[in-house]
């Protein structure tokens, strides 16, 4: 059980960390980790949801107040100084957990076809190739700026693959927002928290629903949203020899890390 709740807040401090971190999203780590289909069943029945799976909540939800607001300063001043190494970490961690979570898709339906998993990956990675190509705008901070920056974390962790923080990047409200979390400035936390509630709860009922009927088909358009925002990340260029090398150490050095994590806790669940 410890180990378990050890691996739970690990994996919740790097969701916390990814919903920061330009280019990555929480959410594709959320499905990554498998906490995403509990997530959605917590916001959509919290009380039932909550008496399922508290033993998971408890200690990621830890993890992921710890990754949010301490440790994804540090990793942004990291990202900042060496963005494809980052980068290809966080690969790592994805495309580690990419096999597992196929096999899931076929679990309950293994005919069933891909159809939907190929025009998920096909318009998600044009969605993402649109927005990170589009024009860049400022908009002013204000308690309304903070609350639909709450708004776009909360999409991005209901729509895997969506990248809040490169949005909030071509609005001109990326800087304030980490200065007021790094500062723990409530008149910027309390109205982001806010949206990100608000945003959750009223998508959340949606989600849930598609995968009580339709988990297969619902899966694999998660995974061609996953998959496609894997595709935008991978860094097109790397500044010697020597950084391309590191960035292939830390690109296997999250995949196993990624999959010992899954392999631990399916150890530990089969007991």
């Known amino acids: 059980m410890i180990i378990k709740n050890i691996l739970y807040c690990a994996q919740g401090a790097l969701?916390?960390?990814?919903?920061?971190?330009?280019?990555?999203?929480?959410?594709?780590?959320?499905v990554s980790f498998g906490?995403?289909?509990?997530m959605m069943e917590f916001l959509t029945h919290p009380i039932s949801a909550w008496k399922k799976n508290s033993k998971i909540f408890i200690p990621f939800a830890i993890g992921?107040?710890?990754?949010?607001l301490l440790l994804a300063k540090a990793l942004e001043l990291l990202f900042s100084a060496a963005a494809p190494?980052?980068?290809?970490?966080f690969?790592?961690?994805i495309c580690g957990t990419l096999p597992d979570l196929f096999k899931?898709?076929?679990?309950?339906?293994?005919?069933?076809?891909?159809?939907?998993?190929?025009?998920?990956?096909?318009?998600?990675?044009?969605?993402?190739?649109?927005l990170e190509n589009?024009?860049?705008?400022?908009?002013?901070?204000?308690?309304?700026?903070?609350?639909?920056?709450?708004?776009?974390?909360?999409?991005?962790?209901?729509?895997?693959?969506?990248?809040?923080?490169?949005?909030?990047?071509?609005?001109g409200l990326y800087e304030p927002i980490t200065a007021g979390m790094a500062a723990l400035d409530f008149s910027i936390l309390l109205p982001m928290l806010l949206g990100i509630i608000v945003t959750a709860f009223a998508f959340a009922r949606?989600?849930?629903?598609?995968?009580?009927?339709?988990?297969?088909?619902?899966?694999?358009?998660?995974?061609?949203?996953?998959?496609?925002?894997?595709l935008k990340i991978i860094p097109s260029s790397f500044n010697d020899p020597l950084s391309f090398t590191i960035a292939l150490i830390c690109f296997a050095g999250g995949f196993s890390a990624a999959r010992g994590m899954d392999l631990i806790k399916d150890k530990q669940e089969n007991k």
């Open 91 to 93: 690969l790592g961690l």
């Open 85 to 89: 190494i980052a980068l290809m970490l």
């Open 35 to 38: 906490i995403y289909e509990p």
């Open 104 to 130: 899931s898709s076929e679990k309950n339906d293994s005919q069933k076809s891909w159809t939907s998993f190929i025009l998920s990956l096909a318009l998600a990675y044009l969605f993402f190739h649109l």
């Open 64 to 68: 992921w107040v710890l990754g949010f």
């Open 206 to 230: 949606l989600i849930h629903g598609l995968f009580q009927k339709h988990y297969t088909v619902t899966l694999r358009i998660v995974l061609g949203f996953v998959t496609a925002s894997s």
């Open 15 to 30: 969701v916390g960390i990814g919903a920061i971190l330009p280019g990555v999203s929480g959410g594709v780590l959320c």
């Open 134 to 171: 589009g024009e860049t705008v400022t908009i002013a901070p204000s308690f309304g700026s903070y609350l639909f920056c709450g708004f776009l974390w909360g999409l991005s962790m209901i729509i895997p693959g969506f990248t809040s923080s490169s949005v909030l990047i071509c609005l």
